[in-house]
């Protein structure tokens, strides 16, 4: 039998409210919160976290990386490839992307449900609209995860595929030219009538195949950009009420492309052995799925002590985060692009965070050496990856002069646990809360976009008593 | 294997220092011409009376062209060389070994740097972003690591940590008024130092020293031919550096409160001018006071005071103008602002004017007891990571 035998969720640590833009720009705007990807992420490094969490434990490695978003970080370059870079995975695994729409999630997750080896679909999205309209308001960011490969014994497959079914049409209901910062879509009414027929016809299919009723399901869940449709089809559906999914949008926003995935590792975090939970993704047509949860013990996503987020973004940070508010920078030189053939050489250590140890006395280099800096042993390393193990601050500061995305920069001196010095820059943090002693664990960020190049590489954030 | 020292068979005979400052209307060359001509006319010699060259500069040229061409230097040798922060002093120590071998009969160790052409604030960059991995802080950020740690360390709470940079601000600040020709000529009161805009960390602008434009130089002749130039002559006691294995960055066992390589540097000095307790036989010292808790730790680690006090010392004023050891009496780094290639040079001159006698207001009352000695110091790099020189001078040589 082959299924998920792992999967994870990443939310970003900003949540935006709603009532925020409305006081800012005199607005309408609904009431609660959208998460909202901090300034040193995007679609490639919330993938990443999703793809750690989902591998986490995983008695499997992937032979193949399926990665779908809205919004990739780079056209006519793979983004899969630093996604399979920092996750480690061997130079024998497959990685590609399936981007540019919403369904793209659908096609990563059939790709790596199909493929003849442990397989990850990676779903990721980061979601915008021009200032004061309803895509900035009910968009959000996150990503999710799911590992599939067959049920061997330390890879229990804890939720298996039963069914699938699609409807396709082809009509403008929501649609962005290449480089525009924001989407465009026709008459709301117009996609309702055309996406409600598609739902219900992919839907019914799926419960056919599966041989269930509707009021079968234990969960239901509905997730597409068009939110009058999906309510639509979710109510119409005769699951029983208390099975239909939250549709997270108080919380998280529509997250595009890993909004279905969001909601189903959050079904999963929840099921029990033997329920049934069907997907319907409404985008650009209608594909439906449907799982049956295994007795499998499962490594929960946490989705739901996710949601609340970690700190408020106002609205003016979030503006400029988002490219729409273009800050003075400090009177320093400008940012310079990483070097493509130095980037080459560390990929190890850049991407997938991997120091040495030293064979002769044990110590660890981050980044690696070929001198021990303890013994002075020449070429005795081994590779060591630190991106999970956690670290204390040992001295920290605020650099206000320094250029960042986002000003201040906050960089501290890191000890890991169990040996290892690394100074780094931290994200996701208060500036003014930072001590020496706090705790912190390492991320997958996007530094700096200089020269057109992305500078990833990984930062420190505070583990918050985890 | 040691640093065996040339002590005293070299002497300084003449020296010149620009003022520094935003000379908008001075370049490069223009600086190297002013300090190597008042070099030249207080040796009493020519250009070409100079057999050799050692130029220091990080940003503001490359080769010996950078000074041949202004000067016109008919064909000697003329090395450009750097070594971050220190390289003024680097400079000096290889003119210096240059007239020691005998190569030479007469040499010329300058610096300069343009800084303010740059437009920045701050000192440009000077790496290449490499993989994209280091974090991209700036040199203040880098320094400010100190204070947190060294606070922590010793107990302290971090507002009297800030009362003790302010106090060394002030200080420096206090003696720069009394140099024409510093950067900044102004005494600056306690609270404007505590309350100046942070930078990073603790630091405001007041505990970062300027940027600015400056150049100075040094004419080196052997010992036995220095009196006839001058009468009193500066003999070199000590020249040492050393480069660090950078180790801190990444070693859990360096805890941000010294400099390893300024204990090296400092304790190789000591060794080759003999001197067994700086803080009582030195007359002044001018160490690289980049940020005011750089200074606070070079206290400890140049042996002025001991581990986890200078911060005390720095409060009951043992190291102001009229305290115990003189610290930074032309007013330091932060009354001179730091172009990278004089600034080693720039000390070397405030030496040469206290021992000499000529230092006007700011002359130190213990060269006229007695104190015969005087310490330069630079570093460049950053804590953990640094290349550190010390040098010693005397107005006698040793008996």
Redesign the interface.
Known sequence: MRGIVGYGAYLPYGRLERKAIAEALGSPAGPGTRAVASYDEDTTSLGVEAGRAALRGAGVVPQALYFATSDPAYLDKTNATAIHAALDLPASAFAVDVVGSVRSAVGAMRAARDARTPALAVLSDIRTGLPGGADERDGGDGAAAFLFADDAPDARVVAEPVAAASATAEFLDRWRLPGEPASRHWEERFGEHAYVPLGESALAEALKQAGVTAPGLARLIVAGPHGRAVKRVAAAAGAKKEAVADDLAATVGNAGAAHAGLMFAGALDQAQADDLIAVVSLADGADASVWRVTAAPRRPAGVSARLAGGARVSYPTFLAWRGFLKREP????D?????AP??R??EA??FAFTGSRCQACGAR???P?RVC??CHAVDRMAPERLADVPATI??????????SPSPP?V?A?L?FEG???????MTDVDPSAVK?GDRVGMTFRR??T?GGVH???WKARPLHGQ | MASNGIRDRVAIVGMGCTSFGEHWDRGASDLLVDAAGEALTSAGIELRHVDAFWLGTLFSGQSGLTLSRPLKIDYKPVSRLENYCATGSEAFRNACYAVASGAYDVAMAIGVEKLKDSGYSGLPNTRSAGDGTAAAMTAPAMFSLLAPAYAKKYGIEAGQLKDVMTRIAWKNHRNGALNPRAQFRKEVPKETIACSPLVAGPLGIFDCSGVSDGSAAAIIVRAEDARRYTDKPLYVKALSFVAGPAAGPIDPDYDYTTFPEVIASAADAYAQAGIKDARQELAMAEVHDCFTPTELVLMEDLGFSARGTAWKDVLAGTFDLDGELAVNPDGGLKSFGHPIGASGLRMLFECWLQLRGEAGKRQIASVGRGRKLALTHNLGGAPGECVSFVGVVGSEPSA
């Open positions: 400090p009177r320093r030189p940012p310079q692009p990483p070097e130095a980037a050489r560390s250590w850049k280099h981050l980044p050496q800096v303890k040992a001295t920290f500061t605020v650099d206000r002069l320094a250029f920069m960089v001196v000890d040996g290892g010095r690394f100074q780094s820059e020496i530094i700096v200089a500078n990833y590489f």
